[in-house]
């Protein structure tokens, strides 16, 4: 399959994993990378040591394409653009702040750059920024988000009217279905991150895994709408219910204790960042079979399609 996303990566497939904090590192990046689609290894945990080591492990792990993000709101390390420039990594994501930091520095280093998008706006200043290509990511998707959330739905259309440059589309897609009809709506590429999450290879406690599993679409949270800092989207618990109840401010502060959930399995540690799509998740699996049922499931709903309406406008 080749779209501008394959192209500008380098990969078999337009599939690029989310880059979660702590989560996104050598063993599950090198299986989307070496599934054929793109591994995207985190900077948000602040660990750079941590991550310099898992960089080094990823290339022992795998020796397809791989790319890096760089979530600004997170930046410890004022020098971070010499940080990756370092690593030889050749495409990276910036998310949760304003392009025109790094953008620049970035491209003029050799790199390709994609920015996080929540909005019509911030695509449009991403596209001015000079970026090669956005994520544009739904307000159903997990993790840090934008206060004032559109869905997927509205928003890729919205952004892919408007732009020129490929649109990765984020937020609610687990399966082939899904990534259809993002294509559907403009997009030449998807992410995935609550999917991936529940893979075999997340390395998530097994009681995050399994609450995937067990939530319906009803069972995510919106917190911290009204600030300070973003908002997030996480696991339904007694923490996040309580949290959603008295409005979230204090959510962020929970990270601070977020090892002993995502590793060590308590899951009132803190808090469970996850998607709305966990509600039609119900297995664990390989990423190297989430990616080719995908891709399966893409190819087929899109030929159904093609066989069930085309015909019909052709002959009207």
């Known amino acids: 399959m080749k779209t501008r996303i394959t192209d500008l990566l380098g990969v078999k497939y337009p599939i690029v994993q989310a880059p979660m904090g702590w989560i996104a590192r050598a063993q ?10 793109l591994g995207i290894m985190e900077t948000s945990s602040g660990d750079l040591d ?6 080094k492990l990823m290339r022992e792990l795998t020796d397809k394409p791989f790319g890096l993000n760089v979530a600004l709101a997170f930046v410890r390390d004022p020098d971070i653009v010499s940080f990756v420039v370092d690593q030889g990594v050749k495409f990276i994501t910036t998310s949760a702040g304003d392009p025109m930091k790094y953008c620049g520095a970035l491209k003029a280093a050799g790199l390709t750059v994609f920015h996080v998008v929540p909005s019509l706006r911030a695509a449009l200043r991403a596209v001015e920024a000079g970026v090669d290509g956005l994520v544009v990511e739904g307000g159903e998707g997990g993790g840090f988000k934008n206060a004032r959330d559109v869905s997927t739905m509205v928003l890729l259309p919205l952004v892919c009217e408007r732009v020129g440059v490929p649109v990765i589309a984020a937020g609610g897609i687990a399966d082939g279905r899904s990534m259809a009809a993002a294509f559907a709506l403009g997009a ?17 406690h097994p009681n ?4 995937i599993l067990d939530a319906q679409e009803t069972d995510t949270v919106f917190l911290n709408r009204m600030g300070p800092g973003p908002a997030l989207r996480a696991l339904r618990t007694d923490k996040t219910t309580a949290y959603e109840i008295d409005g979230g401010s204090g959510a962020r502060d929970e990270f601070k204790t977020a ?19 966990a509600g039609r998740i119900d297995e664990i699996k390989p990423v190297a079979a989430i990616i080719d049922e995908t891709m399966a499931e893409f190819e087929a709903v899109m030929a159904t399609l093609a066989r069930r309406f085309a015909p019909q406008r052709a002959n009207a």
């Open 28 to 37: 599950l990046a090198s299986a989307v990378s070496n599934a054929g689609g």
């Open 50 to 55: 941590a991550v310099r080591a898992e960089i």
């Open 188 to 204: 030449e590429g998807v992410q995935m991150g609550t999917r991936m999450v529940s893979s075999a290879e997340s390395p998530v």
């Open 208 to 211: 995050w895994k399994q609450a």
């Open 259 to 277: 090892q002993a959930l995502y590793f060590g399995g308590d899951m009132e540690a803190s808090i469970a960042l996850c998607g709305q799509v």
